[in-house]
């Protein structure tokens, strides 16, 4: 099975602070991504990485950036945490590029 | 622009009968799609997929039907049961790297 481990599940931060989300899957899929989930919107993607020190943005990048410095890990990194960005983030991965995405259990967010 | 739609928030339904979920989407280069499945303070699981060469998968008491005409895909969960309270969401890709998922569907199965 595969295993997308999410290091916090529930975080309080205050308005500011610099806040780290961690990552690690263990089938070493090539591609990692972050998602955020917010009631109403769904799913949409933060950051992706394709590869080891790859990154692309997705559809909502503002406020966030990513690092890969090896395969199996992907962090989220928020530069200054808002209160826009209370919300449920979720990581990801997959083998290849059209496959199958599997993601961790998620971390909660709650910015005050 | 969200390419995926889930235009049904909500769906209640009883024990026993059928569920059935739909997705429209508009990129007509989306060529795989996909159904998860997600409860509260859980990530979202795979439940399902298709391939835009087929119309059709089946996969237990669970089937995804594709239009492509209509740009349109729906899940059936036949009996539906208790255990499948819970948000669906409907994501396509088009063999790139990413997913686009609609806003999710919460399924209520009443016993």
């Known amino acids: 099975d595969v295993k997308v481990t999410q290091s916090s599940r529930y975080l309080v931060k205050r308005t500011g602070e610099k806040v780290f989300l961690e990552c690690v899957q263990d089938?070493?899929?090539?591609?990692m991504f972050w998602y955020r989930q917010d009631p109403g919107l769904g799913l949409r993607l933060i950051y992706f990485?394709?590869?080891?020190?790859?990154?692309e943005k997705g559809d909502i990048p503002e406020g966030y950036s990513v690092s890969r410095e090896k395969k199996e890990r992907f962090s989220l990194i928020l530069e200054s945490a808002s209160t826009n960005q209370t919300s449920m983030y979720l990581c990801?991965?997959?083998?290849?590029?059209?496959?199958?995405?599997?993601f961790g259990e998620g971390s909660w967010l709650t910015v005050v | 622009d969200q390419q995926v739609k889930q235009n049904s928030p909500s769906l209640s339904v009883q024990e026993g009968r059928i569920s059935i979920l739909n997705c429209d989407y508009t990129?007509?280069?989306?060529?795989?799609f996909l159904w998860y499945k997600k409860y509260p303070a859980e990530g979202p699981t795979f439940l399902i997929s298709?391939?835009?060469?087929?119309d059709k998968n089946e996969d237990g008491r669970f089937t995804v039907f594709l239009n492509k005409s209509a740009k349109h895909l729906s899940l059936h969960i036949v009996p539906s049961q208790p255990g499948d309270s819970a948000v669906y969401f409907c994501?396509?890709?088009?063999?790139?790297?990413?997913?686009?998922f609609g806003a999710g569907t919460t399924v209520t199965v009443r016993a």
């Open positions: 990129n007509s280069m989306f060529d795989y």
């Open positions: 089938m070493d899929h090539e591609n």
């Open positions: 990801a991965s997959s083998r290849a590029a059209g496959n199958t995405i599997y």
């Open positions: 994501a396509a890709s088009s063999n790139d790297y990413k997913l686009s």
């Open positions: 298709i391939s835009s060469i087929k």
């Open positions: 990485s394709y590869d080891v020190k790859m990154k």
